[in-house]
């Protein structure tokens, strides 16, 4: 399905293939024989650009969203897997996403890199060409550090350093209760998701 937002509408290579339950939605690039997998979705939102390059492959469920400020790149020949979640991030070429991994805003890796089972890139952190991320574990800052899951304090603090809600949402949150924090968010994200009350999903081609 592909769907304008806004103005844009998906630009599809026409040696790619895209299921027919896949999402495409607003500003959404796909390079020459890529291969978005069923019920995949690829979501740009705003004037945001999403870009999958050549002989990549997207797989089911996963989720590619650019937004704001945000764009999102895919590099030529990436393989990004089921249920993986990829949000305003730049993945360079020849990178393996596993099943569940997640790149947060802000984030790059470098070529040739892999993310394994459940790993996280959070925001904001910059991994180098060729490295690997064990299996649930969670890469922060600038240049990446790999924290195990049992390190959640560290971790917390790494990432506080850097103002999550302040950074992605440009929310200044000096004084204010967490409910307070998590409030504006949803209303900040609910005003610019309204946009979609005029999406127009195409015809097939």
Known sequence: MRIRHRVYVPQVDPTAWVAPNAVLSGRVVVGPRSRILYGAVLTAEGRAELQVGSDCVVMEQ???RASGRFPLTVGDGTLVGPHAYLTGCTVGPGCFIATGAMIFNGASLGEGSTVALGGVVHIATAMPREFWIPIGHIAVGQPGEIFSPDRSAAIHEKIGSTGFPA???GLQVEGKRRGEINGEIAR??????EAHQHDEILPDD
């Open 167 to 169: 950074y992605v949402f």
């Open 62 to 64: 996963a989720v590619l």
């Open 188 to 193: 900040r994200y609910s005003r610019a998701l």
